[in-house]
């Protein structure tokens, strides 16, 4: 069995680490906000190169209390993607603003920019990218966009830990980057696990009153927060996994660009696009199959896990049909038909790749 990650090969390497920190964390008997998480803020803020960085529950979390941080509210609209898990829109949705969905570029299936450019009302006090998959969007160019139209820029990094455009690390770009730490993603706790970066020393106050159930002080609430603690365990394992993130991510471009290598050229295949804007780390490896429900039942056939992100674009879910229903967006709707994901984690072997590609090659070439 070849399955999409293997997140049991990674915790083989890391094992006595991780054992010997749960015993200090045990024996500490400090569990919430305790030494670990500020020393994994303080060494995420100077990786990404922000001054500060507030961890959180989720990445779901991260983005409700970016967007709740900066006074993003009812009214206001916030422009994002459509091709992405419901979670960026959700958290438009929990402080009370509109998401607007436009479409993607075809190529590296994130936001539009010119779209986004066209978007922008009265209204708009955001745009929320999203770095789909690991490849980063063109920030550069955003950001002179938002400054243009004096509109906020918050990142979605959920998948793009490690990215960078131009020497700059994804997240350090918009006036907050949030992070998810799922299990899967390039940096992954054991639970679920988030993080907001943000250069704004006000907002980085402001998230850790809204993460602590609105307190500055102990037992005094100065506004309605939230419980988004994140715990000491998931701290520790996650500053384990910092040691070795660019290792973890060049393996990760090794596994996507042998997949390249094998792939291109096959008819009916599209290999993932590198723009050569900045540095793409391979959250997902997803390619365009024009028959894409016969490849992936060869991969299952012969054990190898496959995924689809995402069969349903956010505008045609059924909790946006009301809303939504009447936006076209071809280029998502097309990706969404013909997008299939390979397996692709750090530890993913040669002769695991070359199995995976020549199932491929043979359900393709019968």
Not at 34 to 61: F, I, K, M, W
Not at 167 to 191: C, D, E, I, Q, V
Not at 227 to 236: G, I, K, P, Y
Not at 345 to 350: H, I, M
């Amino acid at each position: 069995m070849i399955p999409m990650v293997d997140l049991k090969a990674q915790y083989a390497d890391l094992r006595s680490e991780i054992e010997q920190g749960f015993r200090e964390v045990l024996d500490s008997a400090q569990f919430i906000l305790g030494p670990n998480v500020q020393a994994l803020e303080e060494e995420v803020a100077r990786y990404l190169g922000t001054p500060h960085a507030v961890a959180c529950n989720s990445g779901t979390d991260a983005l409700h209390l970016a967007l709740a941080a900066l006074g993003i509210g009812p009214g206001d609209e916030v422009i994002t993607t459509p091709f992405t898990f419901i979670a960026t829109a959700e958290a438009i949705h929990y402080v009370g603003a509109t998401p607007v969905f436009v479409d993607i570029d075809d190529a590296t299936f994130n936001l539009d920019l010119e779209q986004v450019e066209a978007a922008i009302t009265e209204r708009t006090r955001a745009v929320l990218p999203v770095h789909l998959f690991g490849q980063p969007v063109d920030m550069p160019e955003l950001m002179r966009l938002a400054d243009r139209h004096g509109v906020l820029v918050v990142e979605d990094c959920a998948q793009s830990f490690g990215a960078a455009v131009g020497g700059r690390m994804t997240g350090a770009f918009g006036a907050a980057g949030a992070f998810s730490f799922f299990p899967s993603k390039n940096l992954g706790a054991y639970g679920d696990a988030g993080l907001v970066a943000t250069s704004d020393p006000k907002v980085a106050e402001e998230l850790r009153v809204l993460r602590n159930h609105g307190s500055r002080e102990r037992y005094h609430h100065h506004v309605i927060g939230y419980n988004s603690r994140l715990d000491e365990v998931q701290a520790m394992i996650l500053r384990a996994k910092m040691r070795r993130i660019d290792q973890y991510n060049a393996c990760r471009r090794r596994v996507a660009h042998a997949y390249r290598d094998r792939l291109s050229g096959v008819p009916g295949i599209t290999v993932p696009h590198e723009d050569g804007v900045g540095r793409h780390v391979y959250h997902q490896y997803t390619v365009l199959a024009s028959d894409r429900d016969a490849i992936a039942a060869a991969l299952r056939s012969a054990d190898i896990g496959c995924a689809v992100y995402y069969p349903v674009p956010l505008h045609k879910q059924p909790v946006f049909r009301d809303t939504h229903g009447h936006v076209q967006l071809p280029i998502s709707e097309k990706i969404a038909r013909h997008c299939l994901s390979l397996p692709i984690y750090p530890e993913l072997a040669d002769q695991q790749i070359l199995r995976v590609t020549e199932t491929i090659r043979h359900a393709v070439n019968g």
